[in-house]
């Protein structure tokens, strides 16, 4: 049961221009959402958060959006860097209980190429 | 402010014989610290959440005779991998959620290779 899902495991953008990486997840429970980046063999770098009251969140180039009716967020990047280049999770977890509380979901992660 | 320290960062091991993966917290104090395994090309999947003082609990179809968790104090918790077998060979990776804040901090990781 894929609670949280990245239907796109790669995307390729051109320096400059923006990169949109979508997140889709099941679970109604789920009330905080968060992008994480991720380089192979390192641990995850928390990018970016929004929670259920909100439906945008903005921090320099990063910004997520949250459609809750839809159970669909985004993590727009603008503009692309060659340095954003790496591997994209977007990560749930419900802050209200049941039995997703308190844990982490991983969608698959989208393996993101900013071209120069 | 928020580390989480992970160490080793790779190990090479035999099989049949155990490897300890140690987390640890910097700068905060986490009672709860939860372990992480990613295969290549693959999300990452929650094995077990380390309770400080208690037992972990473990993720449906995760063995805890193998993976045994110790979260002796509020700062350190330990997965030891027992009778490793090739195929634990994997990535593993702790996390812990700081007092205060909504976000998880993760280690580092451990590469594991079981030859």
């Known amino acids: 049961d894929q609670q949280v899902k990245q239907n796109s495991p790669s995307l390729s953008v051109q320096e400059g221009r923006i990169s949109i990486l979508n997140c889709d997840y099941t679970n109604s429970m789920f009330d905080y959402f968060l992008w994480y980046k991720k380089y192979p063999a390192e641990g995850p770098t928390f990018l970016i958060s929004i929670s259920s009251i909100k439906d945008k969140n903005e921090d320099g180039r990063f910004t997520v959006f949250l459609n809750k009716s839809a159970k669909h967020l985004s993590l727009h990047i603008v503009p692309s860097q060659p340095g954003d280049s790496a591997v994209y999770f977007c990560a749930s977890w419900a802050s209200a209980g049941g039995t997703s509380y308190g844990k982490l979901t991983f969608g698959q992660g989208t393996i993101l190429t900013v071209h120069p | 402010g928020a580390v989480v320290s992970q160490h080793p960062s790779w190990v090479i091991c035999k099989s049949g014989t155990s490897v300890k993966i140690e987390c640890r917290s910097l700068d905060f104090q986490a009672t709860t610290m939860f372990w992480y395994r990613q295969f290549p090309k693959q999300s990452l999947m929650l094995m077990a959440t380390s309770n400080e003082g208690s037992k972990a609990t473990y993720e449906q179809g995760v063995e805890k005779d193998k993976f045994l968790i110790n979260h002796a104090s509020l700062t350190l918790s330990t997965l030891t991998v027992t009778s490793a077998h090739p195929e634990d060979s994997s990535f593993y990776i702790c996390?812990?959620?700081?007092?205060?804040?909504?976000?998880?901090?993760f280690g580092s990781g451990t590469r594991l290779t079981v030859v």
């Open positions: 996390s812990a959620r700081a007092p205060h804040r909504y976000g998880y901090t």
